[in-house]
Every structure is written in structure tokens, then in C-alpha cells.
């Protein structure tokens, strides 16, 4: 199948690459040159707009910050939308499913897919979880939104960079699915920094009260990953911290257009937005544990 990809950053890389290692023929386009050069040289075709990849391709995938620049690849100037349109004079081209595997608001999910298929084109709402390590290895989970038919011809490409695949319904509800992944890890990864932080604040060996928790029922992934890392004050950037403010904004922001009362995804929010501002953005989302360690009037 001819694969475009459009965005290539941590996630987005290694995400194109294993689409090439599926068999895939693979277009890609990235706002640095520099950013495309390990797909070309993995034997992608180089585009010079996200339109001159969806000319070219049946399937045509994102994965960029946010909502705007989601936008602004499928519907702005030089867009998918564009290029799918001058592709049969206008009139859209028929078949081509365009998938945003970024992470964003629903509503600006479903808005994006209104517009896409007024101007002919299928649209997939297909946000991930994993981080940097199921990117590279291709086993990341893959909730999507979107009709049936789309789903089914974008999903071998799926496959190739996801091993826990949904459709969990139509426009929107993989974005919504996120959402709550983010409420779970994001509170999730929290927790085990308070209480690994708790233990060495009491004198107890963090590693030592991890390795007791793993056996009960506070077992968790993330306990037994991401607790580890953190054990080995390894704070390399999987999934960044800022990036988990963004999705802990867009649950707060889902959250209020519902009138929803979420308090303790409200109160992990506000611990990323502090690591923002103690300068810890860019560190992996698990450097939480630096922040509550300066709070308990520690170094961190």
C-alpha cells in the first residue's frame, strides 16, 4: 500500500520506518528537511507539502503537536485536502483516508473530519499510546475513530507500528479513548512518584518497597516500568513532560465543555503544569519525581 507520513519527530520517526520494514511504499514530508533524511535514506520518497504527499498516496497519516497544526497539514495551504482535491480537479480523491495519530481534542477531531469529508476525503481519528519505546518497537496501542471502511483499508498499516488496535467508534471516540489513557497513566505516574518519594522520605529503600508493591494488587505498568526508571533516575525523554500537560489540558478542557468533575486528573494537571514551570518540560513525564522531591525539601 502507498503510505504517506507526515510529521516526524520522536514518535513519528520510528513510527514511518516500520511501516517501511511492513512493505509499505512510504511518502513523507516534515517541516525540517533534516527530520526526513533517515526515511529517505531507509528508502522513503521525499514530498515537498503534506498536498504532494496525499497526491501520491491511498493512505495519508499525521503525528504533529497539537490541534493548529493538525489543521493546518490536512486543511491549511498546500494541506492533504489540497492535494487530494487537485488530484481529480477538485472533486476529491476518491478512497483516500487520512488519519491523525496526534493527540487532540475531540471536538477538534470531529470538527477536522467534517471538514475533510466535505472535501471527499475519509478521515481517522487514531491517537496512541506507548511512547518512544512501542514507537520503535511497533507495538504500540492504537484507538481509533472513524467509519468501519476507513478503518479497515488504513488498518494494515496499523499494524505494522501497533499491536493493541481498536475502532472503538466513530469520529472522536479515539481521541476520547486517549483522553482516559492519559487520565490513567498520567495519575498513574504520579502515584508511583509519591509513593517511591514517601518510602525515601521515611528512611525505606524506594527499590525495596517497589519490589514488595509488584507483588499485590498496586501492580501496575507503570510501577513496573516506569517506577524502575525512575529507581534509575533515568529521565530521558520518552514522552515529554510538557506533552503530558498538553494531554492533561485537553481532558481538563473535554472535561468542562461536559461539565464533568474530575478532581484528581484537575490536581495531576496542575503537577505538570509545574513542571513546566520548574524548567522540567522537556524531561521524560516520570521526572514528576524531581518535582514532589524539591517540594519535600529535597535537591530533585
Known amino acids: 500500500m502507498k503510505v504517506g507520513f507526515i510529521g ?3 514518535m513519528g520517526r520510528p513510527m514511518a520506518l516500520n511501516l517501511l520494514k511492513g512493505g ?20 522513503a520518497r521525499g514530498a515537498g507539502s503534506p498536498a504532494e504527499v496525499a497526491r501520491a498516496v491511498e493512505v495519508v497519516i499525521s503525528m504533529v503537536a497539537d490541534a493548529p497544526d493538525v489543521e493546518q497539514v490536512m486543511l491549511g495551504e498546500n494541506g492533504v485536502s489540497s492535494g487530494a482535491n487537485s488530484a481529480t480537479g477538485g472533486a476529491g480523491w476518491e478512497g483516500l483516508v487520512a488519519v491523525d495519530m ?4 475531540p471536538a477538534a477531531a470531529r470538527d477536522i473530519g467534517a ?33 468501519a471502511a476507513a478503518f479497515e483499508k488504513a488498518k494494515p498499516a496499523f499494524e505494522c507500528m501497533g499491536k493493541n488496535i481498536v475502532h472503538v467508534g466513530d ?14 497513566t498520567g495519575v498513574g505516574v504520579l502515584t508511583v512518584a509519591e509513593a517511591l518519594n514517601f518510602a525515601a522520605k521515611n528512611g525505606v529503600d524506594p527499590a525495596r518497597v517497589r519490589e514488595a ?10 510501577l513496573e516500568n516506569h517506577g524502575q526508571r525512575m529507581l534509575d533516575r533515568n529521565f530521558k525523554p520518552g514522552f515529554k513532560s510538557w506533552m503530558h500537560q498538553k494531554d492533561m489540558n485537553i481532558v481538563l478542557q473535554s472535561a468542562h465543555e461536559l461539565g464533568l468533575c474530575l478532581p ?19 524531561e ?13 525539601g529535597g535537591e530533585g
Not at 512510504?26 to 528508502?43: K, Y
Not at 518512544?132 to 475513530?145: N, Q, R, W
Open 24 to 43: 509499505h511504499e512510504v511518502v513523507v514530508w516534515a517541516r525540517r528537511a533534516e527530520s526526513m533524511q533517515p526515511l529517505l535514506d531507509a528508502g
Open 213 to 222: 508493591l509488584l507483588g499485590g494488587f498496586a501492580y501496575s505498568k507503570i
Open 115 to 147: 471538514r475533510l469529508a466535505a472535501a471527499g476525503i475519509e478521515f481517522l481519528d487514531a491517537p496512541v499510546s506507548g511512547g518512544e519505546v512501542g514507537a520503535i518497537a511497533g507495538t504500540l496501542s492504537i484507538m481509533v475513530g472513524g467509519s
Open 171 to 184: 469520529a472522536g471516540a479515539g481521541q476520547v479513548a486517549k483522553a482516559a489513557n492519559q487520565i490513567v
Open 284 to 296: 521524560d513525564s516520570i521526572a514528576v519525581l524531581k518535582l514532589l522531591e524539591r517540594l519535600s
Open 102 to 105: 496526534s493527540t487532540i481534542l
Open 8 to 10: 516526524l519527530g520522536i
Open 264 to 282: 484528581v486528573s484537575a490536581a495531576t494537571a496542575q503537577m505538570y503544569n509545574a513542571m513546566v514551570g520548574a524548567g522540567l518540560g522537556e
